[in-house]
């Protein structure tokens, strides 16, 4: 089980940018892929980018691509996102979790696929 540490949200007006950090508590985070999720109120909690074990290979929701970058370090077991030119509908909760197996091949956009969680961290997005 890895153990995650969120930071780095907060407001941001339309157009600006913010890093999510997610910090693990153990040194397995370097075996996992690692994917970032999104949950607007009343809405389903959706996939927003994931990166493979050695960060080789990312995957983006089509909403974010070009806007978004997903990153990782393994030797200070974090895990990033760099969102920019960010709008209103990118305001939600975000949450970085780890993948159900080690060394996974395939990058999985599967909420189901992932089995460690962080915290959620608040991003707002002011128009």
């Known amino acids: 089980q890895v153990k995650l540490v969120p930071s780095g949200g907060g407001v941001v007006q339309a157009g600006g940018s913010l890093r999510l950090s997610c910090v693990a508590h153990?040194?397995?985070?370097?075996?996992?892929?690692m994917g970032w999720f999104r949950q607007a109120p009343g809405k389903e909690r959706q996939f927003v980018a994931a990166?493979?074990?050695?960060?080789?290979?990312?995957d983006y929701a089509d909403s974010v691509k070009g806007r978004f970058t997903v990153a990782r370090d393994n030797g200070e077991i974090t895990l990033y996102l760099q969102m920019s030119n960010q709008k209103p509908e990118d305001t939600a909760t975000y949450y970085c979790?780890?993948?159900?197996?080690?060394?996974?091949?395939?990058?999985?956009?599967?909420?189901?696929?992932?089995?460690?969680w962080g915290e959620g961290i608040q991003v707002t997005v002011s128009s």
């Open positions: 979790a780890a993948s159900k197996a080690w060394f996974m091949t395939t990058i999985s956009q599967q909420i189901n696929d992932y089995t460690d």
């Open positions: 153990q040194r397995t985070f370097e075996r996992h892929n």
């Open positions: 990166i493979k074990w050695n960060g080789d290979s990312s």
